[in-house]
């Protein structure tokens, strides 16, 4: 366990770093927290995940703040909090929160127990998720894309029947933001604790435990695949509540937008182009359970209440902020933004598929005209037996290790865009996305690096560039 701990910074990737072992290890990895002494270790294991854990909720509400009560102005709200002093600017944030909101609490409850029913009824294929360090193949029911449509039909129809019939608007969960990030983060708390104790007491697989800190323990998470009467848990965390409340979300702002102004053509630019990126998603989500956010990171405070929280609270800010600067951009400029935005959006699907294309049929496909460069690089699980994973080295991936981030960042750069240059907050999610990917180019390869070794190595030798060839 010391040995994860200090390879990822204090974050284990799950076991990948130590249990993924193929006998390899490169110099100065192998430490223990003693090299790098007890305050490091309390500084990673301890002190952030708290500081992580006491922020982030009044972080996501600070945004709401800015975009709603100081104009979208970051120093504007700097300048109001200052003058609060911390503890009066701390009150601020949470003044209009209403705990147990009737009408809140009702919307959150019922879409969740709606998105649980359609998990458990829509049909879809089987799917696979790679082989766990344990040595586990986590087993899927492939309807994200149905769920999904037929979720937005819903939203839609209801849209409609409450607007026409009862004179309501969903846009209420605009008016009242606030109340829904407050309610979301009560009962994920709620949620997190109970993953935590669950993958103590009665964890779902053997790729589980505990790093003998709770505090770390609830905030990385003690099960790396909890199911739930048989319902997988982060499916649900991470596909059918945060992913598909962030485009609802989107279209709440959307309508917003259109009640109070009328059609708005940078919203509706930043909305489709969020369609388009949700739609991809959906239907490529069976690829989505073979990434980081599967594979390495457990159910705890980090991902679900990432998912269930942040990405409501963080990754809609651009159109909160556009509800209130209805910004014209002119058919030619939307047009540009709308077809720049959907290339990215193609060329970051089009990357993630090379690299599945090419693990789905052992190489025996064409990338680019040609047969794949590929490397067949060896690991051995847990449960000892030795396993081989296909590294494509050309096409996408040939060009840089993640070079498939960069069409994703381009893509939240368009979807901000229209928020034009008045206010830094309308880019909020393109800086957030920056720092959050960079970061993961370093823990893929701390992970890929540890249990594929000197394969790994040989693949960054021939691909040397993380992210931005030439550059990073
Ligand atoms: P990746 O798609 O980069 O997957 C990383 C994994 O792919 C590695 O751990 C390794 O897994 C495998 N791999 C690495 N290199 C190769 C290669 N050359 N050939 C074949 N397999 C390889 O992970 P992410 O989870 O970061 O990204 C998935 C998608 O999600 C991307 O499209 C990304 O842009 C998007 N994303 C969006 C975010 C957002 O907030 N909007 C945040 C993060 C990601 P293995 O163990 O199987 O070998």
């Given at each position: 366990?010391?040995?994860?701990r200090?390879?990822?910074h204090g974050i284990?990737?799950?076991?990948?770093?130590?249990?993924?072992?193929?006998?390899?290890?490169?110099?100065?990895?192998?430490?223990?927290?003693?090299?790098?002494?007890?305050l490091y270790y309390a500084f990673n294991q301890t002190i952030m995940p708290l500081f992580l854990i006491l922020s982030c909720p009044n972080f996501v509400l600070l945004?709401?703040?800015?975009?709603?009560?100081?104009?979208?102005?970051?120093?504007?709200?700097?300048?109001?909090?200052?003058?609060?002093?911390p503890?009066?600017?701390w009150?601020?944030l949470?003044?209009?929160?209403?705990?147990?909101?009737?009408?809140?609490?009702?919307?959150?409850?019922?879409?969740?127990?709606?998105?649980?029913?359609?998990?458990?009824?829509?049909?879809?294929?089987?799917?696979?998720?790679?082989?766990?360090?344990?040595?586990?193949?986590?087993?899927?029911?492939?309807?994200?894309?149905?769920?999904?449509?037929?979720?937005?039909?819903?939203?839609?129809?209801?849209?409609?029947?409450?607007?026409?019939?009862?004179?309501?608007?969903?846009?209420?969960?605009?008016?009242?933001?606030?109340?829904?990030?407050?309610?979301?983060h009560?009962?994920?708390i709620?949620?997190c604790?109970?993953?935590?104790?669950?993958?103590?007491?009665?964890?779902?697989?053997?790729?589980?435990?505990?790093s003998?800190n709770p505090i770390f323990d609830y905030y990385w998470?003690?099960?790396?695949?909890?199911?739930?009467?048989?319902?997988?848990?982060?499916?649900?965390?991470?596909?059918?509540?945060?992913?598909?409340?962030?485009?609802?979300?989107?279209?709440?702002?959307?309508?917003?937008?259109?009640?109070?102004?009328?059609?708005?053509?940078?919203?509706?630019?930043?909305?489709?182009?969020?369609?388009?990126?949700?739609?991809?998603?959906?239907?490529?989500?069976?690829?989505?359970?073979?990434?980081?956010?599967?594979?390495?990171?457990?159910?705890g405070f980090y991902?679900?209440w990432g998912?269930?929280v942040f990405?409501?609270?963080l990754?809609?800010?651009?159109?909160?902020?556009?509800?209130?600067?209805?910004?014209?951009?002119?058919?030619?400029?939307?047009?540009?933004?709308?077809?720049?935005?959907?290339?990215?959006?193609?060329?970051?699907?089009?990357?993630?598929?090379?690299?599945?294309?090419?693990?789905?049929?052992?190489?025996?496909?064409?990338?680019?005209?040609?047969?794949?460069?590929?490397?067949?690089?060896?690991?051995?699980?847990?449960?000892?037996?030795?396993?081989?994973?296909?590294?494509?080295?050309?096409?996408?991936?040939?060009?840089?290790?993640?070079?498939?981030?960069?069409?994703?960042?381009?893509?939240?750069?368009?979807?901000?865009?229209?928020?034009?240059?008045?206010?830094?907050?309308?880019?909020?999610?393109?800086?957030w996305?920056?720092i959050l990917?960079?970061h993961?180019?370093?823990?893929?390869?701390?992970?890929?690096?540890?249990?594929?070794?000197?394969?790994?190595?040989?693949?960054?030798?021939?691909?040397?560039?993380?992210?931005?060839?030439?550059?990073?």
């Amino acid at each position: 366990m010391a040995t994860q701990r200090v390879k990822n910074h204090g974050i284990p990737e799950n076991g990948e770093s130590s249990q993924h072992t193929n006998g390899h290890s490169k110099p100065g990895q192998v430490t223990t927290e003693v090299q790098h002494g007890m305050l490091y270790y309390a500084f990673n294991q301890t002190i952030m995940p708290l500081f992580l854990i006491l922020s982030c909720p009044n972080f996501v509400l600070l945004l709401y703040y800015t975009a709603v009560h100081c104009d979208g102005s970051f120093l504007l709200m700097a300048q109001k909090m200052a003058a609060l002093g911390p503890v009066d600017g701390w009150r601020q944030l949470w003044a209009n929160v209403v705990w147990g909101d009737p009408i809140i609490c009702s919307i959150i409850g019922g879409y969740a127990l709606f998105a649980l029913v359609l998990m458990i009824i829509l049909p879809g294929p089987t799917a696979y998720g790679p082989v766990t360090p344990k040595g586990n193949t986590p087993v899927y029911k492939d309807n994200g894309f149905f769920c999904y449509i037929v979720t937005l039909i819903a939203f839609c129809g209801a849209t409609y029947i409450a607007k026409t019939s009862y004179g309501v608007s969903p846009t209420v969960l605009y008016d009242k933001f606030d109340v829904v990030l407050a309610t979301l983060h009560i009962a994920s708390i709620i949620f997190c604790g109970f993953l935590y104790l669950k993958g103590l007491i009665f964890p779902s697989t053997a790729d589980s435990g505990s790093s003998g800190n709770p505090i770390f323990d609830y905030y990385w998470g003690t099960e790396l695949y909890p199911r739930v009467f048989g319902l997988d848990v982060k499916v649900f965390t991470n596909c059918r509540f945060g992913m598909t409340v962030w485009p609802l979300l989107i279209l709440v702002f959307g309508l917003k937008s259109y009640e109070l102004h009328g059609f708005v053509d940078s919203m509706w630019v930043s909305v489709f182009l969020h369609m388009v990126y949700f739609t991809k998603f959906f239907w490529w989500e069976a690829g989505y359970m073979r990434t980081i956010d599967i594979m390495v990171d457990r159910a705890g405070f980090y991902i679900c209440w990432g998912c269930l929280v942040f990405i409501p609270g963080l990754y809609t800010v651009t159109n909160l902020y556009l509800v209130n600067h209805p910004i014209h951009l002119g058919p030619v400029l939307s047009l540009v933004i709308l077809v720049l935005g959907t290339g990215s959006v193609i060329l970051n699907y089009y990357a993630d598929w090379q690299k599945q294309e090419v693990r789905a049929t052992d190489g025996n496909c064409i990338i680019w005209g040609r047969k794949p460069d590929v490397i067949r690089a060896k690991y051995t699980p847990e449960d000892g037996k030795e396993r081989e994973s296909l590294l494509l080295v050309s096409g996408c991936w040939g060009i840089a290790r993640h070079f498939h981030y960069i069409p994703e960042l381009a893509l939240s750069f368009f979807w901000c865009l229209p928020g034009l240059f008045e206010n830094v907050m309308a880019y909020t999610y393109f800086l957030w996305l920056c720092i959050l990917l960079t970061h993961r180019t370093f823990r893929d390869d701390e992970k890929c690096g540890a249990k594929y070794g000197k394969y790994w190595d040989e693949y960054q030798r021939r691909v040397p560039y993380k992210m931005v060839p030439g550059i990073f």
